[in-house]
């Protein structure tokens, strides 16, 4: 699955109402995309601690959603059928199966050397920025 409203199309079929119903969970859940736009996205939302029982997906969207034929139905079953269907209905993987393959950087040790990528633009962009200022006596 690749999709939101397929897996929302998938999620109607299996309890009732109609995508739209099931459409905002699933959005959320590929909103990951929008940093990186390969599979290595799912590593923030695509694991067993975010649908957990008292996790982010459920403190987003609550426990349960009514779908709009009435009934009632577990925000976790939304957001493990969502994983399993990405997944080849075969597992849903932890956070530490994903974060486990991260190769610890220097400046993920409380920022005590090295700075990441995105930051390192910024500091290129003002350094440019100091070397046009004008100083006037």
Known sequence: MSKPYIHAQSCAR????????YLEIHQHLDSSKGAIADNRHRALTHNSWYIAPGGPLELIFGVNITNSDGKLVSVRDIGERHILEDFRMRYIPSASDWLQ???????MNNGLSGSPESHKKVEEKNLENTSRMVTID
């Open 14 to 21: 299996k309890w009732g109402g109609v995508p739209e119903d």
């Open 101 to 107: 393959l991260i190769e610890p950087q220097p400046w």
